[in-house]
């Protein structure tokens, strides 16, 4: 397989937890790049959204923890955006399971976008905080989306 991006320390945002999940977007962005041109690929992107679901459900509580025990103040703006995230692939992936057909473009678009924009611009923010926790801020939780946690 062609690996169509690779990590880079440049993409770290401090923890090797974290960036370890990131390596993950990664994967499933290089698992769908050889996807887009073909047809017949149903089962590989039922397979790589199956995982990418997973993965976000997974990432994200763990990310949201690592924000609040470092005292990162943005970090209930930042759930919101993750929120939003996993609905898109949750729809994406019961829509699947109700037969409709998955666009590998519109799968790979959808994390490539995330890598560039929510890892490598929102995720980076928290950084600092992750060097140099502030804990005594408040990290009291709460529900957006009516979701349980
Ligand atoms: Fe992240
Ligand atoms: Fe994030």
Not at 6 to 14: D, F, K, P
């Amino acid at each position: 397989m062609v690996t169509f991006i690779t990590w880079g320390s440049e993409m770290s945002v401090g923890s090797e937890l974290l960036d370890g999940h990131h390596r993950m977007i990664i994967d499933c962005l290089n698992q769908l790049h050889p996807l887009l041109d073909g047809n017949g690929n149903e089962a590989q992107l039922a397979k790589v959204l199956t995982q990418l679901e997973e993965f976000v459900l997974l990432h994200f509580s763990e990310e949201e923890q690592a924000m609040r025990h470092a005292g990162y103040p943005d970090w209930r703006a930042h759930k919101d955006q993750h929120d939003r995230m996993y609905d898109v692939v949750f729809n994406l992936k019961a829509d699947a399971e109700h037969g409709r057909a998955l666009d590998a473009r519109h799968l790979f678009d959808l994390v490539y976008n995330w890598l560039l924009d929510h890892i490598l611009g929102t995720d980076k923010q928290y950084q600092p905080f992750l060097a140099a926790p502030h804990p005594e801020a408040d990290d009291s939780w709460h529900r957006s989306n009516g979701r349980p946690y």
